[in-house]
């Protein structure tokens, strides 16, 4: 594609390195900076800059916070005594705004692959044992650890993977979330393992 | 949405000021720029603040440029008594791009829009004609312009107020681009007005 512009082309070529955008796209972008004020330019380039440069990784549950620990961990209002085990950062975002969990999380950093060439190693799974081991001391053990992660091949893995490591501490509860058909989901587009697990794990009308 | 991070909620916020972006993929990409080296964020920023700061619109054509006069105009090889006569520089790439037009441009900014409060004073219009004005004394008089505006009621109605303007230049050929059925496209699903002026303006077999 044909720019007549250096500038533009640059600023085409950098847009478009990200995910999802193509040139096309990132031209349509460029052009509405073009003529929108200088300022949202600038001020777009600015939080990109700072977000990348200032962002910390929570030294206890490793999601992405403004300070050494994040503002959940932090929190006097959250249940320690519960850690929801996460993928990465944006699930934790996801569950936090269903508004429906009060506890707190550990983000893995990804799941176990080898086609990716992902081994446990390289999650953070050590550091969850460790937090698990450092809070029976406390006086407020952690006594159950949610896994939400993603119903594929690796998130399963994982899941095995993390059950029998965490198997050593009795006290602790592993629970998973529930699978199921989505709310407002028909019945006739399940696919059937979806179905034939809401069938397995049917509950009481009343809840 | 819950960012947790005010970092994230900014980034977030400016980028998806962006058309066409919203808070989740701003979100995707945020967490693609923090898994990215912190060059690329750094890259991408200055890129959209020089091109922002530092572009220019040619003086001739109204096109973007990187200095006073685009590199279109600029170029010898270019035919300067012809002239395409479009309503954004984007219009401009897309002619560029298919390599098949080597006239000079006029870029209008627009299309009269009375709904949209865009008169013709609001367009380029006084400087094309100013153009076309001056290049009678010298020695590549302007001798035709090409109509290339959207076929819709506004650029329309933008092509027959250019029409009457210029109709003061009896030595002025005004053409516009063909409409036609769209290379590979298929009849059946050409809507009647295309397909009833690609009858009547049909050309002989061997062109």
Do not use: W
Not at 54 to 83: A, L
Not at 90 to 119: C, K, R, W
């Amino acid at each position: 594609m044909q720019f007549s512009s250096k500038l533009i082309e640059n600023a085409v070529g950098e847009i478009s390195k990200l995910p999802g955008i193509g040139q096309k796209t990132a031209l349509r972008l460029v052009m509405h900076l073009l003529k929108a004020p200088e300022e949202q330019s600038e001020s777009l380039s600015k939080a990109i800059v700072k977000m990348r440069h200032e962002i910390q990784f929570c030294k206890k549950c490793h999601h992405i916070s403004d300070e050494e620990t994040c503002n959940i961990c932090n929190s006097p209002r959250r249940d320690g005594t519960i850690i929801c085990l996460v993928e990465e950062s944006q699930d934790v975002m996801a569950v936090e705004n269903t508004a429906q969990y009060f506890g707190h999380y550990h983000v893995l950093g990804g799941v176990i692959s080898p086609m990716e060439g992902i081994g446990p190693s390289m999650l953070k799974i050590d550091s969850l044992v460790k937090r698990i081991t450092e809070s029976i001391a406390t006086d407020q053990p952690i006594k159950e650890v949610i896994l939400a992660l993603s119903p594929t091949m690796e998130g399963d893995t994982t899941a095995f993977y993390l059950t029998k490591k965490l198997k050593a501490f009795e006290h602790l509860k592993i629970t998973t979330i529930a699978r199921g058909i989505p709310v407002g989901g028909e019945l006739e587009y399940a696919d059937e393992v979806t179905l034939g697990r809401s069938i397995q794990a049917r509950v009481s009308f009343a809840d």
